[in-house]
């Protein structure tokens, strides 16, 4: 447990030091970040000494990578190797420390470490430390609502808010507007995915969803329902412009401005500025059970995972860890 709350620390905090740099040139932070926070995790687990954990570090960061390239047209499905990818190569290093195996002392803050080669001008070292063992990054999670990217939940839910509260119907829908970031109008604006990973990286993908069909359901994302006819009809209508509060705000909120005018005239304005599942408007346990069967439910029985549910609010128990394990193993055997 120890390991793993030390695991999130790390990753949380070493992201928010690289700062921004590393994303608009392209690096993935999952596969940047996620090699060293993993290696100090199983460190921990481990009880491995302080200089054993430095040299894993240093091994880790030398594996630390992940190219954003899938979030172009023809991206593929290498997001999805990236959080597995920093994993392993996190119990890599630990493997090598653990054996003698030495590394650079100094790779996250010194000479060509991953301050100065990733995050450059723009790092924030002091992200590292500040509140360090008084504000845990474990108890700031955000459980995904949608599956998509977290810039776009914001909007999404901007969406999903004016169509419930007007009682909108797709064919009512004249126009989207939705004033976003300039990171987002780069990153997220495709108009036309054509596979799963592009259509969770478009905002007018999404907003079109939200509104001609089911944003929360990740089989929407999947052939051949990728081009249900009437989320690609109002795809048309979807619009992204620069909005500068939006954009003043990022990266430290993902806010949004939607605008939906109807067929007879009528426009209607929602801001979100945090999005629902977040530390600022978290998910309810129900939310979260709710979620986790709806996705488990797809590889294993309703009570396999019912079993996992209840050795997870179990874990504090003297033989909650154990417990939780078999629950799991079992789910598959």
Same mark, same amino acid.
């Given at each position: 447990?120890?390991?793993?709350?030390?695991?999130?620390?790390?990753?949380?905090?070493?992201?928010?030091?690289?700062?921004?740099?590393?994303?608009?040139?392209?690096?993935?932070?999952?596969?940047?970040?996620?090699?060293?926070?993993?290696?100090?995790?199983?460190?921990?687990?481990?009880?491995?000494?302080?200089?054993?954990?430095?040299?894993?570090?240093?091994?880790?960061?030398?594996?630390?990578? *992940? %190219?954003? !390239?899938?979030?172009? $047209?023809?991206?593929?499905?290498?997001?999805? /190797?990236?959080? @597995? &990818? #920093?994993?392993?190569?996190?119990?890599?290093?630990?493997?090598?420390?653990?054996?003698?195996?030495?590394?650079?002392?100094?790779?996250?803050?010194?000479?060509? *470490? %991953?301050? !100065?080669?990733?995050? $450059?001008?723009?790092?924030?070292?002091?992200? /590292?430390?500040? @509140? &360090? #063992?008084?504000?845990?990054?474990?108890?700031?999670?955000?459980?995904?609502?949608?599956?998509?990217?977290?810039?776009?939940?914001?909007?999404?839910?901007?969406?999903?808010?004016?169509?419930?509260?007007? $009682?909108?119907?797709?064919?009512?829908?004249?126009?989207?507007?939705?004033?976003?970031?300039?990171?987002?109008?780069?990153?997220?604006?495709?108009?036309?995915?054509?596979?799963?990973?592009?259509?969770?990286?478009?905002?007018?993908?999404?907003?079109?969803?939200?509104?001609?069909?089911?944003?929360?359901?990740?089989?929407?994302?999947?052939?051949?329902?990728?081009?249900?006819?009437?989320?690609?009809?109002?795809?048309?209508?979807?619009?992204?412009?620069?909005?500068?509060?939006?954009?003043?705000?990022?990266?430290?909120?993902?806010?949004?401005?939607?605008?939906?005018?109807?067929?007879?005239?009528?426009?209607?304005?929602?801001?979100?500025?945090?999005?629902?599942?977040?530390?600022?408007?978290?998910?309810?346990?129900?939310?979260?059970?709710?979620?986790?069967?709806?996705?488990?439910?797809?590889?294993?029985?309703?009570?396999?995972?019912?079993?996992?549910?209840?050795?997870?609010?179990?874990?504090?128990?003297?033989?909650?860890?154990?417990?939780?394990?078999?629950?799991?193993?079992?789910?598959?055997?």
């Amino acid at each position: 447990m120890a390991g793993i709350i030390a695991g999130y620390e790390l990753d949380s905090r070493l992201g928010a030091a690289l700062g921004a740099a590393p994303i608009a040139r392209g690096f993935h932070t999952t596969s940047v970040a996620g090699p060293l926070a993993a290696a100090l995790a199983a460190c921990i687990a481990a009880g491995e000494t302080p200089g054993t954990m430095a040299s894993a570090l240093g091994i880790a960061a030398s594996t630390s990578s *992940g %190219l954003k !390239a899938f979030q172009q $047209g023809s991206g593929g499905m290498v997001k999805r /190797l990236h959080g @597995g &990818l #920093g994993a392993a190569n996190g119990m890599l290093a630990w493997q090598l420390a653990s054996r003698g195996f030495s590394g650079p002392q100094a790779a996250i803050g010194g000479h060509f *470490g %991953l301050m !100065a080669v990733f995050g $450059g001008p723009e790092s924030r070292p002091a992200a /590292l430390t500040d @509140g &360090l #063992g008084e504000d845990w990054a474990i108890r700031r999670n955000w459980i995904k609502v949608y599956p998509c990217c977290a810039l776009i939940h914001t909007t999404i839910q901007a969406v999903e808010q004016i169509r419930r509260e007007q $009682g909108l119907h797709a064919e009512e829908v004249a126009r989207v507007r939705i004033g976003t970031s300039e990171r987002c109008l780069i990153q997220n604006g495709d108009r036309d995915p054509r596979e799963p990973m592009a259509a969770q990286y478009s905002i007018p993908f999404n907003a079109a969803l939200a509104l001609a069909g089911d944003a929360r359901d990740p089989n929407a994302f999947l052939p051949p329902r990728l081009e249900d006819p009437a989320v690609r009809r109002m795809l048309e209508r979807v619009e992204l412009h620069l909005d500068a509060e939006v954009d003043a705000a990022y990266p430290d909120r993902f806010g949004t401005h939607v605008a939906i005018t109807t067929r007879d005239g009528r426009t209607v304005e929602r801001r979100v500025w945090d999005a629902h599942g977040t530390p600022a408007d978290p998910c309810t346990a129900d939310e979260i059970r709710e979620k986790f069967a709806k996705l488990a439910g797809s590889a294993i029985s309703h009570q396999a995972a019912a079993r996992i549910v209840a050795a997870v609010e179990d874990v504090d128990a003297a033989a909650g860890p154990s417990t939780l394990a078999a629950a799991i193993r079992s789910a598959f055997d």
